[in-house]
């Protein structure tokens, strides 16, 4: 199958194959091609350049863009899409002034969706996250990482992961799954925390990786969740099933998981919103990428991370929606870019290679997706003709997609 793509006013993002991630100054420089084409064969991006098109050519299908840009699609590297049901009335409960830890110690947070979760089948659960699922492509976003955490139990655990499963085998979108029984202490253990996260490491752990659900696992290591030292026994025990860290630390407080994070190769730590500056000279040279999660901030009214801060001391940073129920319901990237923007002080650039490059790194999915580069997957954006890129987020709310590529 061959296609072609003709009259592109910008071709964005273009990249060596070589090149996984940016940092710093690079952040800053998005490489575009003027009145642009590019060919897609087999699902791989096989040739680009200036118009006019090699129209000796036999395509399978000709696209006009009529002065659209391509863009690679948005790689969302931290979600938590499968959930069951809503929670609109913490909603309210916030507006009303009450705080995240006041909602989860009466019983609501992370513990309430996993007693929706717990009630609803399997094939429900997949049904409604299809529907995110599908809401998230239409936005532009081609690559994504599916959190469970909402389970809680062995049996509701492993029900989340087969769900991400099916979402990775009848989806377009590229998906890596993350296991997240560390989420929060399930209700069967309440008061026991030691003991849950023995639970863990003696059963959930080791059922999933004999059965092969995740690719990655992650503990919310932050203050009255999961402490630095019970993170690392979990991240230990994860190792031994291949499953490589990604993890949630300092949304709260000054957790350590950075620490953490580092000390286990962590492919990301995520969140940040409350990591001190003497971090960045540790995350500096490492091959740990901070992923930002601004809708978060957004939604809770809490601080934002200090990404302006990261980049001018060098770092790299991925940004991801963190969409969930309770604290961010909300897969819209390009919004990401423009709270990125407008509450980071992210160029537009720095902002766009936090959605696609960098988020493809912090899922292990660099080096086939993130940038238009010969030999990539075809997860290509479309757009309706755009004056610019910093359009993109100036325009936060303006519909923008054209037509979506998945190969």
Known sequence: MRTIIINIDHLWGILLRTVHRLAGAEMSRVETLRNAWIEITDGLISAYGEMPFPSEQTYDEVVDAQGGSVMPCFCDSHTHIVFAGSREQEFTDKIQGMTYAEIARRGGGILNSADRLHETTEDELYRQAMQRVEEISAKGTGCVEIKSGYGLTLEDELKMLRVIRRIRDSSSLRVV?????????????????????????????????????????????????????????????????GLRPKIHAHEL?????????????????????????????????????PTLLPGTSFFLNMPYAPGRKMIDHGLSIALASDYNPGSTPSGDMKFVMSLACIKLRLLPEEAFNAVTINGA???????????????????????????????????????????????
Do not use: W
């Open 177 to 241: 799954s993350t296991f997240l029984g560390a989420h929060a202490v399930g209700r069967a253990y309440a008061g026991r925390q030691a003991d849950y996260v023995d639970h863990i490491i003696r059963d959930m752990i080791p059922e999933v990786g004999r059965q092969q659900l995740a690719d990655y696992i992650d503990v919310f290591c932050d203050e009255g969740f999961f402490t630095p030292e019970e993170t690392s026994r979990m991240l230990e025990a994860g190792a031994r099933y």
């Open 361 to 407: 790194y912090a899922m292990g999915l660099a080096n086939d997706y993130g940038s238009i580069c010969v030999g990539k997957r075809a997860h290509l954006i479309l757009t309706h003709p755009l004056p610019s890129l910093a359009y993109l987020p100036y325009a936060y709310t303006s519909p923008f997609v054209q037509r979506v590529f998945h190969s």
């Open 253 to 289: 407080a000054d957790s350590g998981g950075v620490d953490v994070g580092l000390k286990h190769h962590a492919l990301s730590v995520d969140h940040l919103e409350s990591m001190p500056d003497r971090y960045f000279e540790m995350l500096s040279g490492s091959d740990t990428m």
